[in-house]
């Protein structure tokens, strides 16, 4: 996940930024079904054919653009507590997830499978938990099981914005945080 | 639930099984990304407009075909015991979910979101297990929190096959049974 994270320099790196750019900018106007690859090539002054041969066809370039914006852009928060910490994360993933630009970018991500799009985007929660878990080691913590956090705290989250059969309201949040540290006691 | 589990007759019935029967074979012979609402439409033997005043787009027919694959259509199997019942449910629904036809039904579900499909689907899941816990109740077991199957076992299943980060395989999904009925303890 690490180089993931670096963002590359160079002519590819400014086509991709352009791109996606474009896309972002196109869908602040329109209903992304509007969108077509030779709008958004023309809108960043690209050719269709560098996004066909880069990004394969436009759900596979959404997909992108949604992983791009899942990209954590900072450290996670310290609450200097483990528990607290993984409250943070999991309360801010469900707000912003279960927003509709969250929904529209899981959708688009899952939507455009096999790409490798939905293991990046899980990647990163995964990177972000191992964050917290490290932390908690440096501070003496007994730290938790990342892939715990990410069966039993995430993935209830992710099923109930996904399935649109109950809202991950704060209270729910934390009440799966709790139960995780519970049974990791 | 209970009503949608009804078979309606009668013409509109009719038409709705014309058309899932168009979009079912059309998908053995092509891509979905070649389909268009006229193509099932000749092939259902109705107009697209039957089509588009029905289903408003392509993406929410498909949902609705790949809902209609979902509804359970026979007694969840009856193992004698509780956490058996369970654990036959989500192997069965892991394997079938994780396979190529799977998470394309679960990706045109998540797809056409707001459209109903998603809670349909989840609802089926939901009828499924409420079924098995009625029935553990009548043996005189404890019975389960439904809620809980669903968030910490049908959840992580349901998220590692969309962000194929991980397969579900039998002993992982045993694993989630095992520690609900542990918790429920």
Redesign the interface.
């Known amino acids: 996940m690490a180089r993931e994270m670096i963002r590359q320099g160079g002519r590819s790196a400014r086509i991709q930024e352009e791109v996606h750019k474009a896309v972002n900018a196109l869908l602040k106007t329109r209903d992304r079904s509007e969108l077509t690859v030779p709008m958004v090539a023309e809108s960043a002054g690209v050719t269709p054919s560098t996004i066909y041969r880069r990004w394969g066809d436009l759900s596979q370039l959404l997909a992108d653009v949604a992983v791009a914006h899942m990209r954590p852009i900072s450290e996670p928060e310290d609450t200097g507590d483990m528990q607290r910490d993984v409250e943070a994360f999991i309360l801010q993933y469900a707000e912003e997830m279960s927003s509709k630009v969250g ?1 529209q970018m ?2 688009d991500i ?2 455009s ?2 790409g490798g799009a ?2 990046k ?3 990163f929660t ?1 990177l972000h938990l191992e964050t917290l878990h490290q932390r908690a080691l440096k501070r003496g913590e007994a730290g938790f099981s990342v892939a715990d956090a ?3 705290v ?3 989250v ?3 914005i ?4 109950r809202e991950p309201e704060p209270d729910y949040c934390r009440a ?1 945080v709790t ?1 995780l540290f519970q ?1 990791a006691d």
């Open positions: 929904r899981l959708t899952i939507g499978g096999g939905t293991v985007c899980c990647g995964q990410v069966d039993f995430v993935a209830p992710i099923y109930h996904l399935f649109e059969d799966l139960r049974r």
